[in-house]
C-alpha cells in the first residue's frame, strides 16, 4: 500500500507515497484514512502531501470524506503541498475546510 | 452441445462421432485444418473443436491459431488430440491457443469428464456475456436518456448558446443548461459530479431537473402571492441551497463543482457565482482579451453551511462567455502534460474572428489533437454563450 503513518508528538502523521493521488487510489486513501480514525489511537492527523503532484476530485474527496467522518472531533492538517495541489485548493476553496502549513513540522508546532 | 471433429483418420473419426452422439451432441466432421474452418464458418453454433495435431494441409495447432485470429464472434474451447505425451508439445500447444488436450488412444471416460470441464467454461462465459450485455445496453439507453436532457442549440432572447459534449466512456457526470427565466433574464451553468459512470452520471441527471425553472416556483426562482409573484434567486442562494439540499455522505463522496450565472438579456449584466469550478473565461470583443471570472467557492456538498460569491460583470454587445470543466484543462497528452489553461486562454484569445460554431470546433479539434485520441479519461464538456442586443 502507498500509504505509510507514523506517531509524532501526539500526531499521526500520514505520508502518500504516489505522485499521483486520483481516482486509481483515492478510494483505498479514503479507507486508509477511515480505519485510522476508527483504530487509530490519536484522532490529531497531519497528512504529508510531498509527494503528490497531481490531485484531482477523487482525492479532493478522500480528504473531505474524511474531515466529514471526523465530525469536528479531533484535527486533520495537511502539509508540504506542491503547488499544482495549491492550485486545486485554492480552486476549490479548501483553505475554508484545512488548515494546510508548508512542512509536516510546522504542521505539527501549528496550533 | 454442437461439437466438430477434426481428424484425418476415417476410422477414428467415425468413432469419435459415435460415442459423442451417443452423449448426446450433435457431431460435426472435417478431415482437415481447412475443412473445418469452413464448417465453423457456416456453423456459428459449435462452440468446441476435437482436433488431430497431426494431419495433412493444415494441422490441428494451425488450425488452433486460425480459429483464435478469426472473426468467430464467440469462443471456441479447442481440444488437442495428441499421441505427443512430452510435456514440450503440451506446453507449446496452450500457447498457441489451446484450452485441453487429450491422449491417443482415447480414453472415452476421460474425454467425458475433459468434455465436462470445457462445457463448464463455455456455460460460464455465456453467461458473463449475457451480463455485460445487458449492462451495456443499460448504459447506453442511460447515455442516450442523458443526451436527451441536453440543451438544443439556441438563441434566446439576444443570447445565442452553443455547446460541446463528449462524455467519457459511455456515460459522465457533467451537465450544463440555459433558459428564460422571465422576459429578461436568463439563467445557464456548467456543473460537474465527482467521479463518472451511472453514479455520477443518475447524479448529474437530477441535478438538470433541480436546476430547471417549471413556472411554479424552484430552486432558481422565488415564487409569491402577490405581485411581482416571483423573483428570481441570485446565483450564490442557488448554490447554498443545492450545498444544503445534497450534502455528500463520508462513505460516498458525491459531490460537484458548478459555474451558476443569470444575464441579464436587455442590458448585459452577468452575475456569476461558482462552487469549486474552473474560472469561467470572458471574451471581451471590443479589446479582444480573455479574461477569468474568478471567485472561490466550496464545492456542493463537500460541507454544509458555505456560502459562495456574486461577481457581476457588464458585457459590451459581442462579449462571449466560456464555461467549462475540468475535463478540458486535465486532457493529457501522450507524454502526461495537461491541455492547460494557458493553452485554453491563447487559443480562446485567437477566436474573436470566429463564430461560437466555429470556437467550438477549433477548441474540439486543439484537444483531440492533443490528445492524439477519441477516448477521454474524463467528460469534455463547454458552454459558450454571445451577448448580440
Same mark, same amino acid.
Given at each position: 500500500m502507498p500509504f505509510e503513518s507514523k506517531s509524532e508528538a501526539g500526531y499521526t502523521i500520514i505520508s502518500i507515497d504516489e505522485t499521483r493521488l486520483d481516482a486509481s487510489i483515492s478510494e483505498s486513501f479514503r479507507v486508509y484514512l477511515f480505519d485510522q480514525i476508527e483504530n487509530g489511537s490519536s484522532n490529531m492527523m497531519v497528512i504529508d502531501?510531498?509527494?503528490?503532484?497531481f490531485m484531482d476530485s477523487s482525492g479532493l474527496g478522500a480528504l473531505v470524506a474524511t474531515l466529514k467522518k471526523m465530525g469536528g472531533e479531533g484535527s486533520l492538517k495537511l502539509a508540504a503541498a506542491q503547488p499544482a495541489v495549491l492550485d486545486l485548493f485554492n480552486l476549490t476553496s479548501m483553505d475554508k475546510l484545512f488548515t494546510i502549513l508548508p512542512t509536516v513540522t510546522e504542521a505539527i508546532e501549528e496550533k | 452441445m454442437d461439437i466438430l471433429i477434426v481428424e484425418d483418420a476415417r476410422d477414428q473419426r467415425m468413432m469419435l462421432a459415435v460415442v459423442l452422439k451417443k452423449q448426446g451432441h450433435r457431431v460435426f466432421e472435417a478431415s482437415d485444418g481447412y475443412e473445418a474452418l469452413n464448417i465453423l464458418e457456416s456453423h456459428p453454433n459449435i462452440r468446441i473443436v476435437i482436433s488431430d495435431? $497431426? $494431419? *495433412?494441409? $493444415?494441422?490441428g495447432i494451425a488450425l488452433c491459431e486460425a480459429i483464435r485470429k478469426s472473426h468467430i464472434g464467440c469462443y471456441v474451447y479447442f481440444m488437442l488430440l495428441t499421441g505427443k505425451s512430452d510435456r514440450q508439445a503440451v506446453v507449446e500447444g496452450i500457447n498457441r491457443g489451446a484450452d485441453d488436450f487429450i491422449n491417443k488412444p482415447i480414453d472415452f471416460d476421460e474425454l467425458s469428464a475433459r468434455l465436462n470441464a470445457g462445457i463448464r467454461i463455455i456455460e460460464l462465459k455465456a453467461a458473463l456475456e449475457n451480463k455485460i450485455d445487458t449492462i451495456e445496453k443499460d448504459l447506453a439507453s442511460a447515455a442516450e436518456t442523458q443526451s436527451r436532457l441536453l440543451s438544443e442549440p439556441a438563441k434566446i432572447q439576444h443570447v445565442d448558446f452553443n455547446w460541446y459534449f463528449k462524455p467519457s466512456r @459511455?456515460? !459522465? !457526470?457533467d451537465m450544463f443548461g440555459y433558459q428564460a427565466l422571465d422576459g429578461e433574464t436568463l439563467s445557464f451553468y456548467q456543473l460537474d459530479v465527482a467521479g463518472h459512470g451511472i453514479p455520477s452520471a443518475l447524479f448529474s441527471f437530477s441535478l438538470n431537473n433541480i436546476l430547471r425553472e417549471n413556472g411554479s416556483g424552484s430552486l432558481v426562482k422565488e415564487s409569491f402571492?402577490? *405581485? *411581482? @409573484?416571483?423573483r428570481v434567486k441570485s446565483p450564490d442562494e442557488v448554490l447554498v441551497s443545492l450545498n444544503e439540499q445534497f450534502q455528500a455522505k463520508p462513505e460516498a463522496m458525491l459531490y460537484f463543482t458548478i459555474a451558476y450565472g443569470v444575464i441579464n438579456s436587455r442590458t448585459g449584466s452577468v452575475t456569476i457565482s461558482q462552487a469549486g469550478h474552473p474560472s469561467p473565461l470572458w471574451l471581451k470583443s471590443h479589446s479582444k482579451t480573455v479574461e477569468k471570472i474568478s471567485s472561490g467557492g466550496v464545492p456542493i456538498g463537500m460541507m454544509p453551511g458555505m456560502t459562495y460569491e456574486n461577481v457581476t460583470i457588464q458585457l459590451q454587445p459581442g462579449d462571449r462567455l466560456f464555461l467549462y470543466s475540468d475535463g478540458v484543462t486535465e486532457c493529457e497528452n501522450s507524454t502526461g502534460d495537461m491541455f492547460g489553461e494557458e493553452r485554453l486562454e491563447s487559443l480562446l484569445g485567437?477566436? @474573436?474572428?470566429?463564430s461560437i460554431e466555429a470556437i467550438i470546433s477549433r477548441v474540439d479539434q486543439s484537444i483531440h489533437s492533443w490528445k !492524439?485520441?477519441?477516448? @477521454?479519461e474524463d467528460d469534455v464538456n463547454f458552454l459558450v454563450l454571445e451577448w448580440q442586443p
Open positions: 502531501l510531498s509527494l503528490v503532484r | 495435431w $497431426m $494431419m *495433412p494441409n $493444415m494441422d @459511455f456515460l !459522465g !457526470g402571492n402577490d *405581485p *411581482p @409573484f416571483y485567437n477566436t @474573436f474572428d470566429n !492524439g485520441a477519441d477516448v @477521454f
